[in-house]
Nanobody, 124 residues
Framework: QVQLVESGGGLVQAGDSLGLSCVFS????????VGWFRQAPGKEREFVAA????????YSTDSVEARFTISRDNAKTTVYLQMNNMKPDDTGVYHC?????????????????WGQGTQVTVSS
């Protein structure tokens, strides 16, 4: 059984940086792409960033592309999301998710496993 555990959330001010981690366990990590999604109160869960199984390709939504960086360490079975110059609109619960495929990673329906999420709050 695959498990994903996020950590690193917290309360920051606009302009600050924050790093999230997602630890994967249960199966061969290097066979899964991993994505980050976030959900603000009253809104749908939205795609933030994703990385393919080898780490050779990354994807991100336009609103975070110049500020957030996704990376992975397959030896540590961990995916990271480094968030810089944060904005109040970045507030939400951040979930990581694993997909057994390397396409359609912006679509949450492509993911097989989800973590419980970690809260990120950005004050203005």
């Amino acid at each position: 059984q695959v498990q994903l555990v996020e950590s690193g959330g917290g309360l920051v001010q606009a302009g600050d940086s924050l790093g999230l981690s997602c630890v994967f366990s249960g199966r061969a990590f290097n066979r899964y792409a991993v994505g980050w999604f976030r959900q603000a109160p009253g809104k749908e869960r939205e795609f933030v960033a994703a990385i393919n199984w080898s780490g050779s390709r990354t994807y991100s939504t336009d609103s975070v592309e110049a500020r957030f960086t996704i990376s992975r360490d397959n030896a540590k079975t961990t995916v990271y999301l480094q968030m810089n110059n944060m904005k109040p609109d970045d507030t939400g619960v951040y979930h990581c998710a694993a997909a057994g495929r390397d396409y359609g990673l912006g679509d949450r329906s492509q993911y097989d496993y989800w973590g419980q999420g970690t809260q990120v709050t950005v004050s203005s």
